[in-house]
């Protein structure tokens, strides 16, 4: 029960008003049950109280805010920037470090270290790769040692798609070169040429990922056929690496992949586990 009434002048605007009556409300026992849980911050920290961890991140904004996280678990916290700083922290005999949060920029510049360092192995070493725990093989390494010297074609008609598998595979080694087309893919890849894989868009107008690499299939087939090896640089059989590019991971699309003649296929953006479980199995083969 109530009223509600207004106040309007042309020109000017209108003032709205209501009378109404409340009564003294009780929360419900579920929602003194969520009310207790949200201030009690530190409630799954007793497994983790007394704990030290150390975080070593050259981003000071990002430390501090793993380091919030972390501190609401109990756990003391040490932030430091670079790897050297954090082994130099270990040997400190008045400090009990339980475990070291390394950030991925700086565990793939500098995470070799702690390997060769048997001292340090009192704690527990966690390696964040976009709240991802990194395990010993370190796939980003291995990329690196996959991709370094290699020459890489992309193939998107998206500016933005490009711009980005760009710069994640030259952030292995590789040296890219991009098109944004299945005709342009056609032109750059007709033998012979310097590429050793290709990372082909499947959704493109005019021309798709499909029907592109089965012409540069057939294309293969042909050179093969009618060149003889001294011709093309003792290359005896053309079959460049197509790595499908797709944000479609339905097993559907991935049999189409590989019917067509496509070696494999990986997921927009690019997951360092996927990539480095495809590009591996494909340079292997080739």
Partial sequence: ???????????????FTFITV?????????ECKTQQIIN???????????????????????????????????????????????LSALTNENMVINMVLIEQEVGDKDSGCHLTCPHYNHAR?????????????LPSLSLRHLFRGRRILIVDDNSVNRMVAAATLKKYGAEVVCVSSGKEAISSLKPPHQFDACFMDIQMPEM??????????????STNNEVSVDDFDNVSNWHVPIVAMTADVIQATQEECLKCGMDGYVSKPFEVEQLYREVSWVFQSS
């Fill in 125 to 137: 070493w966690v390696f964040r790769n976009k709240g991802t725990p990194r395990n010993g093989d």
């Fill in 208 to 221: 798709d990922g499909f029907e592109a690499t089965r012409t540069i299939r057939d294309m293969e087939l």
């Fill in 40 to 86: 009690q911050p530190h409630l799954a920290s007793s497994e983790f109280e007394g704990m030290t961890a150390m975080i070593i991140d050259h981003r000071p904004v990002r430390a501090k805010v793993s380091r919030y996280h972390i501190q609401r678990l109990g756990i003391h916290v040490e932030m430091v920037s670079d790897f050297n700083q954090g």
């Fill in 1 to 15: 029960m109530g009223e509600i009434g207004f106040v309007s002048k042309p020109k000017v605007g209108s003032t």
């Fill in 22 to 30: 409340f009564a003294n409300g009780l929360p419900s026992s579920n």
